[in-house]
């Protein structure tokens, strides 16, 4: 019997997981992502309503979140929204500190959605570098 504790074979830690993640994308600085939003590319905010609601939001971003992120980006899912119209599309993901954020980018990358990455530090440290955003559940 293998104790709770033992990893079983084959098995990572989810810090190992998450290096591998980044490995694989060209995470962005809050700045960075602003410039390549301003430019057309979609800032989707992945974290749930609660979370959104007691931390703030950024007004004209995209929310969808993690649970239905690759239906709605999948250019060959039935479930896709308008804007994705391609692989091609460029992809900013915003979690609450940078961590589901990394992923999220790298199951869209994935899919084919090469240029799809996200938020270093995420959230927090898009509203600690100035960056618009609101209180409230308006964004909600």
């Not at 969808?64 to 993901?93: H, I, K, Q």
């Not at 100035?130 to 909600?140: R, Y």
Request: with cysteine.
């Amino acid at each position: 019997m293998t104790s709770l504790l033992q990893r079983p074979a084959g098995a990572v830690s989810v810090d190992d997981l998450l290096d591998a993640a980044r490995s694989r994308i060209a995470r962005v600085t809050p700045q960075e992502a602003a410039r390549r939003w301003a430019a057309g590319a979609y800032l989707v905010d992945i974290r749930p309503a609660a979370q959104r609601a007691r931390e703030g939001w950024v007004p004209g971003s995209r929310v969808v979140e993690r649970n239905v992120l690759e239906w709605r980006f999948d250019p060959a899912s039935d479930a896709r929204l308008p804007e994705a119209t391609g692989y091609d599309v460029d992809v900013l993901v915003l979690c609450s500190e940078g961590y589901t954020s990394s992923l999220a980018a790298d199951a869209l990358r994935s899919l084919g959605l090469a240029s799809a990455t996200d938020v270093i530090g995420g959230f927090v440290a898009w509203v600690a570098a100035g960056l618009p955003h609101e209180m409230g559940t308006e964004g909600v």
